[in-house]
């Protein structure tokens, strides 16, 4: 059972099996700073353009597509994981 937090970064180290999602350390980081930022506004700096959020929805998209595959890979029934 992984821990509750939203740190991606220490939540893609409890992949073991899985250095490519925790490769991505810069990427995850930035989720994470994004989820943070918008889960407590108070801590955020600046208002987000309509590029960010494209840019931002991809990474996103891009992470849980690639930890779906890992868990899929692992024989984890992933089905009823609402899609991304």
């Known amino acids: 059972e992984p821990a509750r937090t939203h ?4 939540l893609a180290r409890t992949l073991r099996a899985a250095p490519e999602i925790q490769r991505r ?13 918008t889960r407590y506004p108070v801590f955020v700096e600046a208002a987000l353009d309509w590029t960010e959020v494209h840019e931002l929805i991809g990474l996103a998209s891009s992470v849980i597509d ?11 029934d992933t089905g009823s994981i609402d899609p991304a």
């Open 66 to 76: 690639q930890v779906r595959g890992i868990l899929d890979g692992a024989g984890v």
């Open 7 to 10: 740190n991606l970064v220490a």
């Open 25 to 37: 350390t810069d990427d995850l980081r930035r989720l994470t700073d994004i989820v943070v930022s």
